[in-house]
């Protein structure tokens, strides 16, 4: 069961530790991405740069993706198609989205928009805290114990 990152996002040091995990547990990685992404030469990862375009490394990973796989991503419509497919989803800040939680995520990300396009919120998140990386850790090396790669 691989790993596909989608990284336009990703904080340096979520795809720092994602790169370190595939590695120790000789799982495929696969980082997505609009533009270059620099990753370490390794047999477990394989970088693709998509079409420069709207949604188009969405697109690459909603394809590719199977049930059972695990997307690592902030984009909450990507998170919905990949669930609706059976796949896994964790966020960069360590949020493991389910079909029970995603609906929510939805309609919060969607109020967001409304209220950003008004210009009543800031479109801009800090990047994930110390903890916030930790319990993306402790889930990914829960998601690769279950999958028996570690």
């Known amino acids: 069961m691989p790993l596909y990152l989608d990284a336009d996002a990703c904080p340096v040091p979520v795809r720092e530790l994602l ?3 595939a590695e120790r547990a000789h799982v495929l990685l696969y980082v997505i991405a609009n533009s270059r992404i620099p990753v370490p030469h390794s047999p477990w990862i394989r970088s693709f740069q998509v079409a ?3 949604d ?3 697109r690459y990973i909603i394809s590719q993706v199977q049930s059972g796989d695990l997307v690592i991503t902030a984009d909450i419509p990507l998170a919905a198609e990949v669930i609706s497919k059976g796949a896994e989803v964790l ?3 360590g949020d493991l989205l389910t079909v ?3 609906q929510e995520r939805l309609s919060t990300r969607n109020l967001m928009q409304t209220l950003r396009d008004a210009g009543l919120a800031n479109s801009s998140a800090p990047p994930p805290s110390l903890k916030e990386r930790q319990r993306f850790a ?3 090396d829960h998601y690769l114990q279950k999958s028996g790669k570690t």
């Open 56 to 58: 188009e490394a969405d």
């Open 19 to 21: 790169v370190r995990a």
């Open 100 to 102: 029970e939680s995603i």
């Open 91 to 93: 966020t960069f800040r």
């Open 52 to 54: 420069a375009g709207f």
């Open 138 to 140: 402790g889930i990914l």
